[in-house]
């Protein structure tokens, strides 16, 4: 199960990872952000989102992921896009 489990983590980051990448080459995101550490950061925004709304279905949760995602994209906009 942890193989699994570590296999299926691991694919997802590397997936964001690749987005973020191609978002970089495209002059959409900063060059300057990694996209590996970035899309860890990510997964565990996500995964420790979908645990606190286990644990309290009553969160906002619609809320706190639309700041988040605005937030994130605040951070990854290029210089001149700020």
């Known amino acids: 199960l942890h193989g699994r489990l570590l296999r ?19 002059g959409q995101y900063r060059a300057d952000i990694d996209p590996t550490v970035k899309a860890v950061e990510i997964l565990a925004f996500i995964n420790g989102m979908e645990t606190t ?13 639309k700041g988040y995602a605005e937030s994130l994209a605040r951070e990854l906009a290029p210089q001149s896009r700020r």
């Open 53 to 65: 709304w286990l644990l309290d279905p009553s969160i906002p949760l619609t809320e706190v992921f």
């Open 8 to 26: 299926r983590y691991r694919d997802a980051r590397d997936i964001v990872a690749q987005l973020i990448r191609r978002g970089q080459e495209a």
